[in-house]
């Protein structure tokens, strides 16, 4: 799990400063892609949350142990 984590926050970062570079913002009034720390931290913080959150297949194995317990 955490190195999922890991992994999800280095590829959001990734994606967060590739749009600060190709999308970007030349006149500065854009606040989430002028600025390359900003865009870079939010896409790492997005990407770790989006890796972290439970995946279908581990809620469907949960819901079966759960069934079978009961």
Sequence with gaps: MTLRM???A?????LGFAAYKFIG????????TSN????????L?????????PSRTDQITTSKEDRKSK
């Design 25 to 32: 913002c030349a006149s500065g009034a854009c606040p989430l």
């Design 36 to 43: 390359p720390w900003v865009s870079t931290l939010l896409g």
């Design 6 to 8: 890991i992994i999800g």
């Design 10 to 14: 280095v590829v959001g970062g990734a």
């Design 45 to 53: 913080a997005l990407g770790a949350m989006f890796a972290s959150s």
